[in-house]
């Protein structure tokens, strides 16, 4: 009898656990807003030199007829039949101007760096923060700089808000997270200047890990074994879903001040209905509030239509029922239980790279939209949906393929695409989209994969504390893909080749985990060791043999149980 028992008697997954779980789980159609944010906030538009007084400067040799594109030609010049980004003539050549001359003519003329900073085009982004702290040419870097700073703030929250939710409970950490990133996000698109907009991303980043680790917490806690796989899956859609949303938010603002506020301002909503939610009641109990988690028991049960359980399940009920997890909580693993023994050991570091490898790869294609060449609006829509068939065959191969060559078979062709997008000219978009599509969809796969997959190698006792290690990994990931992207200025293809591979090794390094499918989930380290330990088949034998033996030495010498005489 365990608090699962409670659960079943006071509805199972009633009322109460529908609507939890619902109000949960609609701030996750903002969190991908959140994460993809920056190819948005931070989109680069087209742009070239400002040149100052350009009119006047053709009004005064009569070149008032012409259009602001031809007497760009006078004072920028041309790389790959566009106007440069970052160089302008040091002195105007009018002579481009006729209609016999060529930019080839001025080949030979002095360029210089924008001295008078830079114009924007306005078709695709309105307002970024690129254009508004002109962070091109030399200060490109700083765009990608952005997101990392970001994932850092994500990496940061994880760490304290773990460690504080396990202290004050889930409830309060959670309605804490929504606030924070209401108001922090607001004041981001008051920022007014580069480092005070990355502080605020920070702090924000902190309070999105905040509202997804408790989210989760709270989730699992309140509904049945059975409906967890079920509402996990659900759960993830809904961040899917908001990856479409944020792109048809986006294209409607094309704004990045106006866009914060629209992805952040609706967390204050969300902080006032969660002080509906109830607190964990396995967390009160073992905290030692008994008497709340009675309470919160009670509520349930009214709300699912059990008002007569409300009688029956009293405090020494409730403490009998727990007794079990109250005494396996006295006995406390770290981190460190991941790696002493052999096989906990190897099941750690190779989760360790795959997790890694997954995110890096993931963000590494969603965190670049605009090098494909396509409407970045409609780009993200097509990286949303493509989540949605991808997640489906990743649960169904799951099933019949089990979880190692599931998650071995995503990671390598993840990286295949990647590496083939590399070989693809820039003027085949459709077939460069088509690729990147793929990876985006491999990539989501293997997330789905190693969700489950982590969560089945790990044991009871330290499961948790395996899941918050190795998905640590996760978010240096995503630190790490934008940093990356700045290595396209030393060679073009660098960032896909460390993308691609990296998941390479990811997936070789899966084929070294043991396979989980239809295999009981362990409850203790020792069930691992002896589960998939190199030695546990010719042990377990071992010890069969000396059984049998023993068995054999309590009979009668010479003498079997059956009185027949014992084989010499």
């Known amino acids: ?122 078709n695709e982004f309105i307002s970024t923060i690129v254009s508004e702290w002109d962070l091109v040419c030399k200060l490109r870097p700083l765009k990608q700089m952005s997101q990392t700073i970001y994932m850092g703030g994500v990496l940061t929250g994880a760490i304290i808000f773990g460690g504080l939710s396990d202290r004050f409970g889930r409830k309060a950490l959670l309605v804490w997270s929504y606030f924070q990133l209401a108001v922090l996000g607001c004041f981001t698109a008051l920022s007014p200047s580069y480092m005070a907009y990355c502080t605020f991303r920070f702090l924000t980043g902190m309070s999105v890990s905040g509202i997804i680790l408790n989210a989760v917490s709270l989730k699992v806690e309140w509904i049945p074994t059975k409906a967890r796989t079920l509402v996990g899956t659900i759960s993830s859609f809904f961040f899917t879903f908001g990856q479409m949303i944020l792109a048809g938010v986006a294209y409607s603002l094309k704004d990045w001040r106006k866009l914060h506020v629209a992805v952040c301002a609706p967390h204050f909503i969300f902080f006032i209905y969660s002080w509906w939610y109830s607190e964990s009641a396995r967390w009160l109990v073992l905290s030692g509030r008994s008497d709340e988690a009675l309470k919160q028991l009670h509520r349930v049960a009214r709300i699912n239509g059990r008002p007569e359980m409300a009688e029956k399940i009293t405090l020494e009920v409730l403490q009998a029922h727990m007794q079990k997890e109250v005494q396996s909580s006295k006995t406390m693993y770290t981190a460190y239980d991941l790696l002493r023994t052999s096989v906990m050991r190897k099941i750690s570091m190779c989760l360790m790279v795959v997790w890694f490898s997954t995110s890096f ?208």
């Open 361 to 568: 790869a993931y963000y590494g294609l969603a965190m670049d939209l605009q090098k494909f060449g396509v409407n970045i609006y409609l780009m993200q829509i097509i990286f949303g949906t493509v989540d949605f068939p991808a997640k489906l065959v990743a649960l169904a191969m799951l099933s019949f393929l089990g979880r190692r060559l599931t998650q071995a078979t995503c990671l390598l062709a993840s990286a295949s695409v990647i590496f083939a997008n590399i070989f693809v000219p820039k003027d085949m978009q459709i077939v460069r989209t088509t690729l990147a599509v793929l990876g985006k969809g491999f990539t989501s796969a293997s997330f789905t994969c190693v969700y489950l997959y982590t969560g089945e190698l790990y044991p009871t006792v330290i499961r948790q504390t395996g899941m918050g290690f190795v998905s640590t990994m996760a978010r240096v990931g995503s630190m790490a893909a934008p940093a990356v992207l700045i290595l396209d200025e030393v060679f073009p293809a660098l960032p896909s080749i460390v993308y691609g591979g990296s998941a390479v090794v990811a997936g070789i390094t899966a084929f070294l985990l043991p396979e989980t499918l239809s295999i009981p989930l362990p409850d203790t380290i020792e069930d691992v060791e002896e589960k998939w330990g190199n030695k546990s088949k010719s042990f377990k034998k071992q010890v069969q043999n000396e059984m049998v033996a023993l068995e054999a030495e309590e009979l009668t010498p010479g003498e079997h149980e059956d009185g027949k005489p014992a084989a010499l």
């Open 1 to 122: 009898m365990g608090f699962a028992d409670l659960l079943n008697e006071v509805g199972g997954f009633g009322r109460f656990q529908f609507i939890h779980v619902t109000l949960l789980s609609i701030p996750g159609l903002l969190m991908a807003s959140q994460n993809l944010l920056n190819n948005f906030t931070a989109g680069i538009p087209g742009h070239f030199c400002k040149i100052p007084n350009i009119t006047s400067l053709a009004e005064a040799r009569n070149l008032s007829e012409l259009s602001r594109a031809d007497l760009l030609r006078a004072f920028v010049p041309l790389e790959d039949s566009k106007l440069s980004k970052c160089r302008r003539y040091a002195q105007a050549q009018w002579h481009l101007l006729s209609e016999n001359s060529s930019h080839y003519e001025a080949s030979s003329n002095e360029t210089e760096t924008c001295l008078d900073g830079w114009s924007y085009e306005k």
